[in-house]
């Protein structure tokens, strides 16, 4: 039995869409600074986690990786897929729960980014448990050194914008550093909500996590979608990018 994942949901019915945000117009650049950051060899072998419509793992294929995407949501591989099939590359594309997945052989990296898998919490899930529960899986996918790209939502711009009012109307928790909000899409029977839940980080709590997680941490940078880069962050930025390296 598949379990209740409101995300899940969310992505599916939103997936035919969501190469319509604007966002998504800066995918181009931002797999220019990943193929730069990463530097490896045309042929070697990136996971995509949390791949979505797969708008990295097509644009990296392109560029000669082997790349294999990961998600949750069939809408958004039903996607990847056709981008794919459009843009002439073959990718590997698995549908799996980020916090509970195996690869066969290792890969020498990993991308996590623009909030596919990292952040977003289901029902029950424990604020801390979940992403690192990520962290260690892809920590076991990847080959002894091999590097991580990770983006997270940035707590500084969150408390930047949210009052005492939010938190006790409950629409974010200071002590689990949780935002909750709804999320609202149309269908053929008419809207549908989820009540969205999504963890958000300082710099030093996301190097404890990868630290846990067994990987050492090689720089933070701001990293909102559409703007990667190695700069600092900035407290109204609402990502944050992590590189690091498997231990």
């Known amino acids: 039995?598949?379990?209740?994942?409101?995300?899940?949901?969310?992505?599916?019915?939103?997936?035919?869409?969501?190469?319509?945000?604007?966002?998504?117009?800066?995918?181009?650049?931002?797999?220019?600074?990943?193929?730069?950051?990463?530097?490896?060899?045309?042929?070697?072998?990136?996971?995509?986690?949390?791949?979505?419509?797969?708008?990295?793992?097509?644009?990296?294929?392109?560029?000669?990786?082997?790349?294999?995407?990961?998600?949750?949501?069939?809408?958004m591989l039903a996607e990847a897929s056709r981008a794919a099939r459009e843009q002439g590359v073959e990718v590997e594309l698995i549908e799996a729960d980020a916090t509970d997945f195996t690869v066969a052989e290792p890969f020498d990296a990993a991308v996590c980014l623009c909030e596919g898998a990292f952040c977003l919490l289901g029902y029950g899930d424990d604020p801390v448990d979940r992403d690192l529960a990520i962290l260690r899986c892809v920590h076991k996918a990847l080959r002894s050194g091999g590097r991580l790209i990770l983006t997270a939502l940035s707590a500084f711009a969150l408390v930047r914008r949210q009052g005492q009012d939010d938190a006790e109307r409950g629409l974010f928790d200071p002590v689990a550093m949780v935002e909750?909000?709804?999320?609202?899409?149309?269908t053929p029977a008419g809207p549908q909500t989820i009540a969205g839940r999504q963890r958000v980080y300082v710099p030093t709590e996301l190097a404890l996590l990868l630290r846990l997680a067994g990987f050492e941490v090689e720089h933070i940078w701001g990293g909102t979608a559409g703007s990667f880069g190695r700069r600092p962050v900035d407290l109204d930025e609402w990502e944050l990018m992590v590189v690091a390296r498997r231990v």
């Open 180 to 186: 909750s909000e709804e999320f609202t899409w149309e």
């Open 1 to 75: 039995m598949v379990e209740a994942n409101p995300w899940r949901d969310f992505f599916n019915a939103c997936a035919p869409q969501y190469m319509d945000e604007v966002f998504t117009r800066g995918t181009e650049g931002e797999v220019e600074f990943l193929v730069e950051e990463l530097d490896l060899a045309p042929d070697s072998r990136i996971l995509d986690v949390g791949c979505g419509t797969g708008r990295h793992t097509v644009a990296l294929a392109k560029r000669g990786y082997r790349v294999t995407g990961l998600d949750i949501s069939t809408g």
